[in-house]
């Protein structure tokens, strides 16, 4: 199983909006609505951020939104802070009880 | 706070075996899925198996088969990873992760971790 294919690097000004993409396949994205983001700052453990491709758990901002079209899952992180900096990484179920992680994006706030 | 607890960071030799526990809530077992997930130095997230904690079945990537063993004993809400015939590129940092079912069940493995341990480095030497 491949990872899912996320840009190595986005960034953005405070303020703005910015867009992470998560590229699967039809085995992975295509079928599942199981898609979730993790944001990992250096040192932690990744923390849930979106789950089932557009719900947010309690306690994350709605700055976070997600969304989903075919193979390819997107996260918006709008009204960007300094606090967002951090990798991100996009996860999906596979079928046959196999998960498959995307390779990571790294956000800089300019 | 719920949590997950990993037991402390260990130090191989090449060739060697590493087991790794995991201790979850109590009543945990009975709704969730446990999976294990390791982050090489500056790298990103690896999915490496999971288990279900109440039968025992289990489930590995390919590249683990042979070499990764998991277990869960219900009494004390505790998982277990064990990695054999370890090489150097096995040192990461190794997280156990609960997996949530979620609203929409394709089968008894769908799912997402919703909730993670606070990982256990492993490093391996020669």
């Known amino acids: 199983q491949s990872a899912l294919t996320q840009p190595a690097s986005v960034s953005g000004s405070p303020g703005q909006s910015i867009t992470l993409s998560c590229t699967g396949a039809s085995s992975d994205i295509g079928s599942y609505d199981v898609v979730s983001w993790y944001q990992q700052h250096p040192g932690e453990a990744p923390k849930l951020i979106i789950y089932?491709?557009?719900n947010r758990p309690s306690g994350i901002s709605n700055r976070f939104s997600g969304s989903k079209s075919g193979n390819t899952a997107s996260l918006t992180i709008s009204g960007l802070q300094a606090e967002d900096e951090a990798d991100y990484f996009c996860?999906?179920?596979?079928?046959?009880?196999?998960?498959?992680f995307g390779s990571g994006t790294k956000v800089t706030v300019l | 706070q719920v949590q997950l607890v990993q037991s402390g960071a260990e130090v191989r030799t090449t060739g060697s075996s590493v087991r790794v526990s995991c201790k979850a809530p109590?009543?945990?077992?009975?709704?969730?899925?446990i999976s294990w997930v390791r982050q090489a130095p500056g790298q990103g997230l690896e999915w490496m198996g999971g288990?279900?904690?109440?039968?025992?079945?289990?489930n590995s990537a390919q590249k683990f088969q042979g070499r990764l063993s998991m277990s869960a004993d219900k009494s004390t809400a505790t998982a277990y990873l064990e990695l054999s015939s370890l090489k150097s590129e096995d040192t990461a940092l190794y997280y156990c992760?609960?997996?949530?079912?979620?609203?929409?069940?394709?089968?008894?493995?769908?799912?997402?971790?919703?909730?993670w341990g606070q990982g256990t480095l492993v490093t391996v030497s020669s």
């Open positions: 109590r009543n945990t077992f009975r709704t969730y899925l």
């Open positions: 089932e491709a557009t």
């Open positions: 288990i279900n904690p109440l039968f025992g079945t289990t």
């Open positions: 996860f999906s179920y596979a079928g046959s009880s196999t998960y498959v």
């Open positions: 992760v609960r997996i949530n079912p979620g609203s929409v069940l394709y089968d008894y493995w769908s799912g997402y971790p919703d909730l």
